[in-house]
């Protein structure tokens, strides 16, 4: 019981890690995605499927007194005992642990550039960036991304199905939500079964909730107290949000209005 209760915790765990990093954006770029996040409030859904809203706005509510009573209240307080660029080492390092479900997805979508450079980055950022906690692939020129398996999916031309809002998990659709389970058991650290692998998976995922929630703190008190519709703002945030990430950052945004310099936000630090 003891090693199921774990299994258990560990996945949920794991999912929440996921779904954080899908509200905070592409994955592995907290930061950037705040700009998508901004902008999105502004942007009209589109075509937007949401045959299941009632239960949407539920699911939300639910999840929005977690984020105000838990997760806001943590990433503050995460906030206040590091210092910024001790912040950006932890999401670089976060971000090198997922390489294997990266490199997967990018083979799996016909991208062997792209897989070459996840693989680039893991060997260069693991050595002489001190595990990852630096990133001087970067500087190398072998840019960041991200990918999943939902993802994978819609380059296969899997539609996205209704839109979905998960408890604990966050905004998804119904290929999503199916994607992120199948990139938990890429992960090797999914497959070991040990003690030390239990408690890693446990950290990893509670860090990574908190790491991607931070830089999140002011854009979303922001729209919070300026948006008419706080659910349709997420929504529409977490749909365009999609469509670049599944366009590898090609999609257009050309309409997407001027937001300024988001440098405002790192002089908060």
Not at 57 to 70: C, E, P, T, V, W
Not at 120 to 145: C, K, L, V, W, Y
Not at 174 to 192: E, H, N, S, Y
């Amino acid at each position: 019981m003891k090693v199921l209760a774990a299994s258990c915790a560990g996945v949920w765990l794991a999912f929440a890690g996921a779904a954080s990093a899908q509200l905070s954006g592409a994955n592995d770029d907290p930061d950037a995605l705040a700009r998508d996040l901004e902008a999105a409030d502004t942007q009209a859904d589109g075509a937007v499927t949401d045959p299941w809203e009632g239960f949407n706005r539920k699911m939300f509510a639910f999840n929005d007194g977690l984020d105000r009573k838990i997760m806001t209240p943590a990433a503050k307080g995460y906030r206040a005992v590091t210092h910024k660029k001790q912040r950006k080492g932890i999401r670089n390092f976060l971000a090198n642990l997922r390489t294997p479900v990266i490199f997967v997805n990018d083979l799996l979508q016909g991208e062997p550039k792209r897989a070459g450079e996840t693989l680039g980055r893991f060997f260069i950022n693991s050595t002489i960036g001190f595990g990852g906690m630096g990133d001087p692939a970067e500087r190398m020129g072998i840019p960041q991304h991200g990918e999943d398996f939902g993802q994978t999916l819609a380059v296969w031309g899997v539609d996205s199905g209704p839109y979905l809002v998960l408890p604990f998990l966050g905004p998804s659709t119904l290929r999503d939500g199916f994607g992120k389970g199948v990139d938990l058991t890429i992960d090797p650290a999914f497959w070991i079964t040990t003690d030390p692998a239990m408690y890693f998976r446990f950290s990893r995922a509670g860090v990574g909730v908190v790491s991607s929630r931070e830089p999140l703190i002011e854009p979303l008190a922001d729209i919070r107290a300026d948006s008419l519709d706080f659910y349709a703002s997420i929504r529409s945030f977490y749909l365009q949000s999609r469509k670049r990430e599944i366009n590898n950052g090609r999609a257009s945004y050309e309409d997407l209005p001027d937001i300024g310099d988001f440098e405002e936000f790192e002089e908060l630090e």
